[in-house]
Nanobody
Framework: QVQLVESGGGLVQTGGSLRLSCAASGRTFSRYSMGWFRQAPGKEREFVIGISRSGGYTSDADSVKGRFTISRDNAKSMVYLQMDSLKPEDTAVYYC????????????????????WGQGTQVTVSS
């Protein structure tokens, strides 16, 4: 089992940047494929970006391509979300999630695949 805690959210102006962090506790962080999801007010939670357990493969939603980057540090049990060129439509609660991955290169983009979730961190982009 793994516990996830997000940090780094806040208020930023359009065009600005934020870096979210997700700290994982528990054993064998490198077993987990990781992902970031977000949920805007009145909307369903949606996939943003994911990374394989090795860190060598990523997948992202069309809405964030070229603007968001995911990375991980298995030695520190951390995953990061670098968000650049932020837009008001990026405003949401951002969640870190984890799933035990059978393949070192697999990424996961559906909510149902993920077994473990953080509590979320608010990101607000002002226009």
């Amino acid at each position: 089992q793994v516990q996830l805690v997000e940090s780094g959210g806040g208020l930023v102006q359009t065009g600005g940047s934020l870096r979210l962090s997700c700290a994982a506790s528990g054993r064998t962080f490198s077993r987990y494929s990781m992902g970031w999801f977000r949920q805007a007010p009145g909307k369903e939670r949606e996939f943003v970006i994911g990374i394989s357990r090795s860190g060598g493969y990523t997948s992202d939603a069309d809405s964030v391509k070229g603007r968001f980057t995911i990375s991980r540090d298995n030695a520190k049990s951390m995953v990061y979300l670098q968000m650049d060129s932020l837009k008001p439509e990026d405003t949401a609660v951002y969640y870190c999630a984890a799933v035990v991955a059978g393949s070192s290169g697999s990424t996961h983009s559906t909510e149902a695949e993920y077994a473990y979730w953080g509590q979320g961190t608010q990101v607000t982009v002002s226009s």
